[in-house]
């Protein structure tokens, strides 16, 4: 599929490319001037040093890699927490860097079962099936405790009330059945596809959402 990309496939050259890497630069620049937001700055500057040593050094790196990707949604989350002025709750920052592990990690394991070799990605070298599925094992626990924390905590409740519990089983649901389809279905390459054309996960996706909505505007209507 990657070489069918513009790029890669021949359609676009690499002067054009190069060009329009130019502009979209620009057009960068001229909005974060725009904006004259000093954080927001940062954020993205540091968020286009990380893609960049990403795509030079880390993405051969097994951890690393998956870090890297983990971190660059955490930036993404930072860059538009701070252009609205708000401030971030440490339990949004802590599920959000370990879904993206989650995600990142099975990707991975996507591609061990496909069995690309390190020509393909050379971090793969550094994994092997047990240790990735091992890792989403961990990383799935840390994430549900991480969730049941904040749910059944002060905060929370305080905020939300306490019928926020009810969110969890469409969550742990949610994480039951993404990791059937990528341990025993072998099928987690593109999370966007999967939610895309699995019942089960918008089924969890839209109970969330919705039993999330009753919760903040129910006793308002």
């Given at each position: 599929k990657k070489a069918q990309r513009p790029?890669?496939?021949?359609?676009?050259?690499?002067?054009?490319?190069?060009?329009?890497?130019?502009?979209?630069?620009?057009?960068?620049?001229?909005?974060?001037?725009?904006?004259?937001?000093?954080?927001?700055?940062?954020?993205?500057?540091?968020?286009?040093?990380?893609?960049?040593?990403?795509?030079?050094?880390?993405?051969?790196?097994?951890?690393?890699?998956?870090?890297?990707?983990?971190?660059?949604?955490?930036?993404?989350?930072?860059?538009?927490?701070?252009?609205?002025?708000?401030?971030?709750?440490?339990?949004?920052?802590?599920?959000?860097?370990?879904?993206?592990?989650?995600?990142?990690?099975?990707?991975?394991?996507?591609?061990?079962?496909?069995?690309?070799?390190?020509?393909?990605?050379?971090?793969?070298?550094g994994y092997s099936k047990d240790f990735l599925r091992a890792l989403m094992h961990i990383l799935c626990g840390a994430l549900l405790a991480a969730y049941f924390t904040y749910i059944a905590g002060e905060q929370a409740n305080a905020r939300y009330s306490d019928e926020v519990l009810l969110t969890a089983p469409f969550v742990v649901l949610g994480l039951m059945r993404y990791l059937q389809l990528t341990q025993v279905e072998e099928n987690s390459g593109s999370p966007t596809e999967l939610l895309w054309r699995d019942r089960f996960l918008q089924i969890c996706v839209l109970g969330w959402v919705v039993v999330f909505g009753w919760i903040l505007y129910g006793a308002s209507i």
């Open positions: 790029l890669a496939s021949g359609r676009v050259t690499k002067p054009q490319a190069a060009i329009l890497a130019g502009c979209i630069a620009g057009l960068l620049i001229g909005l974060l001037c725009w904006l004259d937001h000093a954080a927001y700055t940062i954020c993205i500057l540091i968020y286009l040093a990380l893609n960049i040593f990403y795509c030079l050094v880390l993405r051969n790196h097994a951890i690393l890699d998956i870090a890297s990707i983990s971190a660059s949604f955490l930036l993404r989350l930072y860059a538009g927490i701070v252009i609205i002025g708000a401030h971030p709750s440490p339990w949004i920052v802590i599920m959000t860097g370990l879904l993206a592990l989650f995600i990142a990690t099975a990707k991975r394991y996507d591609d061990i079962v496909k069995e690309y070799d390190q020509d393909y990605r050379q971090s793969l070298r």
